[in-house]
């Protein structure tokens, strides 16, 4: 038994439609025309960068600068050893920190103590570049100036941390 099918009935219009309504068609269309996907990334949209990401970027990039001990004046050095110390405390990155965060540019001021025989000079050169690479690295922004002021110097014998006490529990 063989099974015959019948022809196509509905064929496509040959000549021009009409749209009477004079309604805008129900469908977008994918070519011609300019739409959101025909622009950049980089226009459809802003991006903006809050001071404390900067804070935090500059803050971790000039710990890494080996002869930096710590960061901050003495005044938030001695709170943030305090917060430090507290149970569920966490070490604060931006100590030392301060930012002006622009659209397109931030400048960054920097309180260090430092290792004592580092040579200070060149310290601040590496920290300053280590600072500007990882800001624009990581931000986009450009950085136009790392200040950095050296408020101590950390000497061997120099204590850190309050003496260790012995539990009388163990």
Known sequence: MSVQSAPATGTAPTGPTTNPTKQPPATTALAGGATGADEPAATRGRTSIADVVVVKVAGVAAREIPGVHAMGGGL???IGAV????PGGRANVGRGVKV?????QTAIDLDLVVEYGVPIADLARDVRENVIDAVE?????????VNVTIN???LPDDEDTAPETT????
Do not use: F, M, N, Q
């Open 76 to 78: 938030s050095r001695t």
């Open 83 to 86: 917060r430090d110390r507290v």
């Open 100 to 104: 002006e965060v622009g659209e397109r």
């Open 137 to 145: 690295r990581i931000t986009g922004l450009e950085v136009v100036e």
């Open 152 to 154: 101590d110097v950390h």
């Open 167 to 170: 539990s009388r529990v163990a």
